[in-house]
């Protein structure tokens, strides 16, 4: 097992869709909220972790993360 984190940059999102047509799980992973028309990714359960939304997001919005090493310990920490 490995942890997954999608990371949207809200400055980049413009709120197209584009992730949501593309992911094979669509409108269970993704959501464009009404109010900010920024994408969401929950439920990742769902997620194959196919890269897709990722490389076709016109903005280039999406980062997928995989940590391989999740239940190794912490020692693959995230430095953004
Ligand atoms: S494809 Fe990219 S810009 Fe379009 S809604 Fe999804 S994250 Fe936002
Ligand atoms: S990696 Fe694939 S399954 Fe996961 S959210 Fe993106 S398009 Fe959907």
Known sequence: MFELKIIIDEDKCTG???CR???PKGGKIWTIDRKTGKAAASNLEFCHQ?????SKCPEGAIRIIRDD???KGSEN???P
Do not use: F, L
């Open 16 to 18: 197209c869709g584009e």
């Open 21 to 23: 047509e593309a992911c």
């Open 50 to 54: 196919c890269i897709i939304c990722a």
């Open 69 to 71: 090493n999740y239940e």
């Open 77 to 79: 920490e995230e430095n």
